[in-house]
């Protein structure tokens, strides 16, 4: 089945210390998406790829970046994570800028100590 | 500020009866409307969608109104099934293309339907 794939679904990183998450698809979807969804808060799109494309929300964080080096797979960085960075991150996947549906994974979870 | 808005954080039926999810929006320049599913442990999943150029959208046992001029619309979900037990997310998005792809969702209900 076509499908949003997130690695890890869990992270657990310290204060200060780098931390990946990963993102592939198996749609063929020109446009993927990272949102960052706190506790009890609605998701937050914090950037979006269209291909190789890169494209920043205003208020996403400099802390915040990421890569797509190919169709298949997008990365979240955050260079160093603070306890307000602990939330789910969830990468959707769109056929592109026209096509309304966007396409969830299962999420990461990351939790900063 | 919250552009899209989910007053109810949850909402609890019994199988069989019409559960009825609302949701609100401020930005008239939305002109799409999504509802997606959340299971726990899951990813959101599409469940129904609207155009602004229609009030009603049915599918199966999922229904969505829109009330342009309220700028309000709800999911009607007839019979309900303890399946259904989620969080309903309410989203929205601006004019195709462009900058306006990006989806803003409200905070979610949590709906329970109870055997």
């Known amino acids: 089945d076509a499908m949003v794939i997130q690695n890890p679904r869990y992270q657990v990183t310290q204060f200060g210390k780098p931390v990946t998450l990963s993102c592939s698809q198996t749609?063929?979807?020109?446009?993927m998406y990272w949102y960052q969804q706190k506790s009890s808060q609605a998701p937050k799109l914090l950037f979006h790829?269209?291909?190789?494309?890169?494209?920043n929300e205003a208020d996403t964080p400099d802390n915040f970046q990421s890569r797509r080096p190919n169709t298949s797979f997008c990365f979240l960085d955050i260079r160093s994570p603070g306890l307000g960075d602990a939330a789910m991150y969830l990468c959707a996947t769109s056929r592109d800028l026209t096509k309304r549906e966007q396409f969830f994974g299962p999420g990461t979870r990351l939790t900063v100590l | 500020d919250q552009q899209v808005k989910q007053n109810s954080p949850s909402l609890s039926v019994q199988e069989g009866r019409i559960s009825i999810l609302n949701c609100d929006y401020t930005n008239s320049m939305f002109d799409y409307f999504l509802w997606y599913k959340k299971y726990p442990a899951e990813g959101p999943t599409f469940l129904i969608s609207i155009s602004s150029i229609k009030d009603k959208n049915e599918d199966g046992r999922f229904t969505v109104f829109l009330n342009k001029s309220a700028k309000h619309l709800s999911l009607h979900i007839v019979p309900s099934q303890p399946g259904d037990s989620a969080v309903y997310f309410c989203?929205?998005?601006?004019?195709?293309?462009?900058?306006?792809?990006?989806?803003?969702f409200g905070k979610g209900t949590l709906l329970t339907v109870n055997p």
């Open positions: 790829y269209y291909d190789k494309d890169f494209n």
């Open positions: 989203a929205a998005q601006g004019r195709s293309g462009g900058s306006n792809y990006k989806l803003t």
């Open positions: 749609l063929n979807h020109n446009v």
